[in-house]
């Protein structure tokens, strides 16, 4: 059950409760939070808790009646989710449209706090882009022009409504203006400064905290029996954010190798050593696409955490201990002057990759403005 898997989070839950249980719960709410805050299972929990038949009991949905029941699956008489799809103006493109809908249900059951990028990695269409259309939006709206069964309310959950065609945010906007009773419409958004602040302005924000290290400690020993030093490593690298835990405890090793990647890839780059750079590219080249990506995602954090070390700022660098000791030295290659530039070129080929550019020029092009722009300050002989 939803409301229960989210560790803590017990100062939201209680707000939304209250609002309920008051009857003060406004037409329109957006649950906002930084990347990986837990918005989509907390308000999809709400939906839980709102459907829940046996309430009076406690202050959470019970998990057995029949409403419950439904709910788990996402589907209630009366509920709509709305997230973003790759355009349906063909037959072609319709079967992409179910894909990305069918795959939010299928990976939502396995991991509840999974992002919108998890999903668009699984999907077909992958390097198109996705969005809500004024048609989705008009969809939900005559649905909801019904009354609610059962004196329940109807609920639509919009997630990233930011992606919402400018068509489809004017629409939504014009019902927010005039909502139909019982009728509740949650926005759920890491980018509240991206919708329009006509939108913004007719809904209640509220601001959902990013999870402790403690809570991530505790989830991954208690849902995936981590061993609790590995957990706690984990925890600290995450910034708050389980997804990103759970997907480091699923792939540690290979979590780990990417350190030892990039050292590699420094060495060569700054030596600028051809044959290894052959090699090198060649492992990553048959790892594919995702691999390159994972990697290059990998060096934009590693890029970050030399600037903080540069600017002195070390109690806000959050990685392993061996990437620690890593930073304190290969911070004097890359430094202030060149860490812009670096993460612009390092940013620029991860955008190509998704692109589907081709792998050997791309990382080739790579080691050479690497190789440019780290041995500009080669103070230091070994990394
Ligand atoms: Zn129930």
Redesign the pocket.
Known sequence: MLWKELPNLSSSKNYLTELYLNNSLPHAIMLKGEEGAAILPLALGFVQFIY???LSKKDF?????K??KQTKNLFYPGFQFVLPKFSASSQKQESNEDDIQLLFYQLFKENIFLSFDDILKEAKGKNKQAFISVQDIHKVIESVSYSAIGGKYNVVCIWHPEMMMPAAANKLLKTLEEPPPQTLFILITHQPEELLPTIISRVQQIHVPLFSDKDIVDYLIDKYSAEPSKAQEISEICNGNLNKAIGILHHFDEYSALLNDFREFARLSIKYDYDGIDQWIKKYETAGREAVKRFLQYVLDVLHHCLLQNYQLNHLIKTTQQEKEFISKFYLYAHSENIPKLYEVFNEAYHHVVRNANLRMLLNTLFLKSNELLKKQNTVSNV
């Not at 949905?61 to 009646?65: M, N, V």
């Open positions: 829940c038949d046996n949905p019970c998990g057995e009646c409403s419950c």
